[in-house]
């Protein structure tokens, strides 16, 4: 099993639509998680960090599940502007210190 | 403020070639990492550099070096280029290096073996 998974999609949403990614991980020692946006051929940037009780940054929402191991994020009113790869990224407790990536969630928002 | 830059945008480059690819953190920041990504993945954790030492390494082989400088700028370097060495490869800095850090990226270079 991988250490993070995803759902690769393609997710393909009307604007205006709401859409939501999961993203589970196998290590339950896992302490820091964060979803990023990737546009194509650019580097990923910073979407938001995930807390324990959830938090909302305009039309985006994060939440984490400890017991069933999962993050998500909710998009609500989707714009075109939306359309990227959704990573998600979790950072394991312990001496070593490297961030597991997701492979990313694509999402198209079409006309 | 600069962000994260990366230099060269885009290289390439012939089998068993040598390559050096530079980044130059934020300012303030004191921790770089390496990764790599192949086209339809995520990123792939190759190095993190903190205070000019290694603090992580990913499984990458021998060929994969780095090494950081006393300004927090950081080279990687990557030795007999294979085919399947073709990939953007990505830097981030942070500001302390931990586990819970935020990560910024540059712009990446993208590097084609031929």
């Known amino acids: 099993r991988k250490e993070v998974e995803q759902d690769p999609g393609p997710f393909n949403v009307p604007e205006g639509a709401t859409v939501a990614f999961n993203c589970t991980y196998s290590?339950?020692?896992?302490?820091?998680f964060f979803w990023y946006r990737q546009d194509c051929r650019k580097e990923p940037k910073l979407l938001m960090s995930v807390y324990s009780s959830g938090n909302e940054d305009g039309r985006f929402t994060a939440q984490l599940n400890r017991a069933s191991q999962y993050i998500s994020l909710l998009i609500r009113d989707s714009k075109l502007s939306d359309s990227a790869t959704y990573l998600c990224v979790v950072i394991n407790a312990g001496n070593n210190r490297k961030l597991i990536w997701g492979l990313g969630t694509s999402l198209a928002v079409n006309p | 403020d600069a962000g994260v830059t990366q230099s060269p945008t885009h290289l390439i480059k012939t089998r068993g070639q040598h390559v050096t690819l530079r980044c130059s953190p934020i300012?303030?920041?004191?921790?770089v990492s390496w990764y790599q990504q192949v086209l339809g993945q995520g990123p792939q954790f190759i190095f993190q550099y903190y205070e000019k030492e290694e603090r992580g390494r990913g499984n990458f082989p021998d060929r994969f070096s780095a090494r950081q400088f006393p300004n927090y700028s950081s080279e990687l370097n990557v030795n007999a280029l294979l085919l399947g060495d073709s990939a953007l490869y990505l830097c981030?800095?942070?500001?302390?290096?931990?586990?819970?850090?935020?990560?910024?990226f540059g712009p990446g270079t993208r590097l084609t073996v031929l």
């Open positions: 981030a800095s942070s500001s302390i290096g931990g586990t819970t850090d935020t990560q910024y």
């Open positions: 290590n339950s020692a896992s302490q820091s």
């Open positions: 300012s303030g920041h004191k921790s």
